[in-house]
């Protein structure tokens, strides 16, 4: 275990839907990644948030957008859905600053599933 | 950006045999170089990792080598058991500005056959 949780595991909707997954980091924290894994992309990198704000953006769809709360947990996005954004959405975390190791902790993921 | 290969996508070994995973990246910058395996069902958990002012760090029966002048490193699994079947990762990364995502190779699947 990780010590990251994403919520939900899984989550079925239709082209065209809004969806909003859930992060939460490990405890001291303060970084969030989010990554997208599909199988024709295999594990892309979407956004980094740090302390509340973005720090670092990959191939992230205008569609999708983050945010980080207050209280470190992040969420993501999805809106306008297609069924190419089927794929699983993890989130990871790391203890980021200066002289601290950025090694990133992934949790189990959300299966989004667009019908 | 950082350019990633993984090879091979596929390997094959029995059970207590060796296993080695290469994975060669372009960004001499690169410094932090992690390995990363997936179950099933399960997100990506860091198995091994190394800098780049180290050659080899082992860890029980996994051992990871760097060969930064050539931009390789690889993940070596010796004595393989049923429960090293999965996918592997490599996502080499420059650590120390932090802020970026890591780009993964596009994983080697090992099979452990009994």
């Known amino acids: 275990d990780s010590g990251v949780t994403q919520t939900p595991k899984h989550l079925i909707t239709a082209t065209g839907q809004r969806v909003t997954l859930r992060c939460s980091p490990r405890s001291g924290d303060l970084s969030v990644y989010w990554y997208q894994q599909s199988l024709d992309q295999g594990l892309q990198f979407l956004i980094q948030y740090y302390n509340g704000e973005e720090r670092a953006k990959g191939n992230i769809l205008e569609r999708f957008s983050a945010q980080q709360f207050p209280d470190l947990h992040s969420e993501l996005n999805l809106s306008s859905l297609e069924l190419g954004d089927s794929a699983l959405y993890f989130c990871?975390?790391?203890?980021w600053g200066e002289g601290l190791t950025d090694t990133q902790y992934f949790g189990p993921g959300t299966r989004l599933t667009v019908l | 950006g950082e350019n990633v290969e993984q090879h091979p996508s596929t390997l094959s070994v029995q059970e207590g045999d060796s296993a080695v995973i290469k994975c060669t990246y372009s960004?001499?910058?690169?410094?932090?170089f992690p390995w990363y395996k997936q179950e099933l069902g399960k997100g990506p958990q860091l198995i091994i990792d190394?800098?780049?002012?180290?050659g080899e760090k082992k860890d029980q029966r996994i051992a990871v080598t760097l060969n930064k002048t050539a931009k390789h490193f690889s993940l070596h699994i010796t004595e393989t058991q049923p429960e090293d079947s999965a996918v592997y990762f490599c996502?080499?990364?420059?650590?120390?500005?932090?802020?970026?995502?890591?780009?993964f190779g596009k994983g080697t699947h090992l099979i452990i056959q009994p």
């Open positions: 960004d001499s910058a690169s410094n932090y």
């Open positions: 996502a080499p990364m420059y650590s120390g500005g932090g802020a970026d995502g890591l780009t």
């Open positions: 190394i800098r780049s002012n180290v």
């Open positions: 990871a975390s790391s203890v």
